[in-house]
């Protein structure tokens, strides 16, 4: 993706998908998203470098897409954005989502890349720039947020948890037999999951469903848009439509 390049820019490209979005689930009940808009709404919120209406598109995420897998680059501006708002466990446990959604790339942008693995995935694709943290993003990382994604990377839990995630990852390579491959996975999945906290509340103070998506646009839009009404989910057909 091209990002832009000035603040007023990423408002407008902010604006943008957040109506494209509005349009999927008038259509459609539901978000089909194939371009991943919600997943470049991080980067654009991450580069913009303002609250904003930040808060409330990360609640809304939240709610809309629990278990989505997400890619590096999000959750690593995730995970940035909280410590932003000084939430520091929530923050941690984002940042190990993007180490355990590619491992090689965040390693890339703390310095500590060793390459090749030899884990199962790893590939010419993990590497090459389509499946790194794009260059605008890392260049956007203060030096405070730096040393903190270093400390963070290099810490006793984390180290711990990269190691056995790298150990899985070669043990997949190898493995064949489906129950013994599934109980891997289970173990890959654990390693993540405790570090999750046991409390996220909200960031803002709209816990309505759709707070962000029918809000009004990004705050340096100058002139207001109508806002469009938002059917009750399942009403419209079935089916999605990437945009």
Same mark, same amino acid.
């Not at 259509?27 to 919120?45: M, N, P, S, T, V």
């Not at 990269?162 to 173990?187: D, M, P, W, Y």
């Not at 029918?214 to 989910?233: D, E, H, I």
């Given at each position: 993706?091209?990002?832009p390049?000035?603040?007023?820019?990423i408002?407008?490209?902010i604006?943008?998908?957040?109506?494209?979005?509005?349009?999927?689930?008038?259509?459609?009940?539901r978000?089909?998203? #194939?371009?991943?808009?919600? %997943?470049? !709404?991080?980067?654009?919120? =991450?580069?913009?470098g303002? $609250? +904003?209406d930040? @808060?409330?598109y990360l609640?809304?995420?939240?709610?809309?897409?629990?278990?989505?897998g997400?890619?590096? #680059?999000?959750?690593?501006? %995730?995970? !940035?954005?909280l410590?932003? =708002?000084?939430?520091?466990? $929530? +923050?941690?446990? @984002?940042?190990?989502?993007?180490?355990?959604?590619?491992?090689?790339?965040v390693?890339?942008?703390?310095?500590?890349?060793?390459?090749?693995?030899?884990?199962?995935?790893?590939?010419?694709e993990?590497?090459? $720039?389509?499946?790194?943290?794009?260059?605008?993003?890392v260049?956007?990382?203060?030096?405070d947020?730096?040393r903190?994604?270093?400390?963070s990377?290099?810490?006793?839990a984390?180290?711990?948890?990269?190691?056995?995630?790298?150990?899985?990852?070669?043990a997949?390579?190898?493995?064949?037999?489906?129950e013994?491959?599934?109980?891997?996975?289970?173990?890959?999945?654990?390693?993540?999951?405790?570090f999750?906290?046991?409390?996220?509340?909200?960031?803002?103070?709209?816990?309505?469903?759709?707070?962000?998506?029918?809000?009004?646009?990004?705050?340096?839009?100058?002139?207001?848009?109508?806002?469009?009404?938002?059917?009750?989910?399942?009403?419209?057909?079935?089916?999605?439509?990437?945009?």
């Amino acid at each position: 993706m091209a990002y832009p390049t000035t603040k007023p820019g990423i408002r407008a490209r902010i604006a943008s998908y957040r109506r494209l979005l509005r349009q999927e689930f008038a259509e459609f009940g539901r978000y089909g998203d #194939g371009y991943g808009k919600r %997943w470049w !709404l991080f980067h654009l919120y =991450f580069l913009l470098g303002e $609250e +904003a209406d930040v @808060r409330a598109y990360l609640d809304w995420y939240a709610r809309m897409f629990p278990d989505d897998g997400g890619e590096v #680059g999000q959750r690593l501006c %995730w995970a !940035l954005i909280l410590r932003r =708002f000084g939430r520091e466990d $929530e +923050a941690l446990y @984002r940042f190990v989502q993007a180490i355990d959604e590619n491992l090689p790339a965040v390693a890339k942008v703390v310095g500590d890349s060793q390459a090749p693995y030899g884990m199962w995935g790893e590939h010419e694709e993990m590497i090459r $720039e389509l499946y790194e943290v794009p260059s605008e993003v890392v260049q956007a990382i203060t030096a405070d947020e730096r040393r903190w994604l270093v400390a963070s990377w290099h810490s006793p839990a984390v180290a711990a948890m990269r190691h056995r995630t790298i150990a899985i990852g070669r043990a997949l390579v190898t493995t064949t037999v489906r129950e013994k491959r599934v109980a891997l996975l289970n173990q890959q999945r654990a390693l993540i999951q405790a570090f999750k906290p046991a409390d996220m509340p909200p960031l803002s103070s709209d816990a309505s469903k759709h707070s962000w998506l029918s809000g009004a646009p990004s705050s340096a839009q100058k002139r207001p848009r109508r806002k469009a009404a938002l059917p009750t989910v399942g009403s419209s057909p079935a089916g999605s439509r990437s945009r």
